[in-house]
């Protein structure tokens, strides 16, 4: 990142320390924060992560039982200021879950404060998370507080904690704390900082991170004002963005119906008469989701997942059926299956219906795309009993 204030100047006061212990170069010597993953991939209960690979990023999560349970996700309302609305996992507001198989981003600096939100009278006010500071100072401290090495390093230094504040109380007052720097500092100035997935990949992310764009020392940075996405290492681009939204995305629940005559949803099917197939969608067809990030009350930067019609094809356990597949199966136009045998006695023909959507993404700074590995696909399955037509002759 370019130099403008490298946070922060009362903090160097410690990074000697810091540099004393680190165990290795470019990597902070500080103890996992509560809730995130150790590198064996173990987790603390306020982020949880199991063998199986759930994780959360700045907020509560649940751990899936080893062996069962639903699949690996991480939770959808990520700290700071990046939201993902529409039709997300677990439903709307601040639950959800991301699904781990679209790979979002293990770990990013968001834009988390303007330069008015650095300093108030009384700081630090911490309230126990990141999340609630009010402030910079407060968030500084409130990251801090859950590194103990970094706490004791701090308190062995005179007046540090002091010198700290008042580099977040010079910003306040449109001062710059690094000698020869950029003045003076405004109200569109941007303090950034990281954010990581709940996992051992996540943290481990976020280490490297810190070291390559020198917040090695800190948990924010303060940025002049520049346009979104514009190629600063480390900072979230749209594309991070279409990541957390399709791994957030919740494609909808399907149902198959056989409907023999047109009139009812039976079970029954006879054999060489053609039984309507159609699916149903809950919410709806063609699911969609936005992932943005925010700072001082409007967006800065979003990502929008669309999908397209969904795509039918229509398979059954009988080995001599006759599928006429549309593709689309609507209740309008149904597929049609012809059973050439009726079923052993409890033993019924599954209808299986496989669900495909393209699902596209675009952004808020012109980013367009696809995302096509792992595909985006739901089964549903339906089964049938087929019996032979009776026929009275005589």
């Known amino acids: 990142m370019n130099k403008r204030v490298v946070f922060l100047a009362g903090f160097a006061l410690v990074a000697g320390l810091v540099a004393a212990v680190a165990p290795t170069a470019g990597v902070p010597a500080f103890a996992a924060p509560a809730g995130t993953a150790s590198a064996a991939g173990t987790a603390s209960a306020a982020g949880t992560a199991s063998a199986a690979g759930t994780a959360s990023a700045g907020g509560a999560g649940t751990a899936n039982p080893p ?54 009278q009384g700081d630090p006010q911490t309230s126990g998370s990141p999340q609630a500071a009010p402030d910079a100072d407060s968030f500084w401290w409130s990251m801090a507080l859950d590194y103990p090495n970094l706490e004791a390093l701090i308190g062995h230094v005179p007046q540090g904690a002091q010198d700290i504040n008042n580099d977040f109380k010079m910003v306040q007052h449109g001062q710059n704390d690094v000698p020869g720097g950029q003045n003076p500092v405004t109200s569109a100035w941007v303090w950034w900082a990281p954010n990581w997935l709940d996992d051992a990949a996540g943290w481990a992310c976020v280490q490297g991170l810190l070291g390559d764009v020198d917040m090695n020392n800190g948990f924010l940075d303060l940025e002049p004002p520049q346009p979104p996405d514009n190629g600063t290492p480390g900072q979230i681009t749209s594309q991070d963005l279409a990541g957390l939204a399709r791994a957030a995305l919740q494609l909808p629940r399907v149902t198959v119906h056989t409907r023999p005559n047109a009139q009812t949803d039976t079970t029954s099917a006879y054999v060489n008469a053609a039984t309507a197939v159609y699916v149903t969608y809950n919410p709806g067809p063609r699911p969609s989701d936005t992932a943005s990030v925010s700072i001082g009350g409007g967006v800065y930067l979003s990502a929008t997942i669309t999908t397209s019609a969904p795509q039918v094809q229509i398979t059954t356990t009988d080995p001599g059926a006759v599928i006429d597949d549309n593709h689309t199966c609507s209740q309008q136009a ?33 980013r367009t795309g696809v995302f096509t590995n792992p595909p985006s696909q739901v089964q549903a399955s339906h089964t049938v009993i087929v019996r032979e037509i009776q026929t009275v002759t005589g």
């Open 67 to 120: 062996g069962g349970g639903p699949p690996p996700t991480y939770t959808k309302t990520v700290s700071g200021n990046v939201n993902v609305t529409g039709n997300v996992n677990g439903g709307g507001g601040g639950g959800g879950s991301y699904d781990e198989a679209y790979n979002p981003p293990a770990c990013w600096l968001q834009p988390q404060y303007n330069q008015p939100q650095s300093w108030r």
């Open 334 to 366: 149904p597929c049609r299956v012809t059973f050439d045998s009726p079923t052993p006695t409890g033993q019924p023909y599954t209808i299986t219906a496989t669900v495909t959507w393209t699902v596209t993404w675009t952004t808020s700074d012109g």
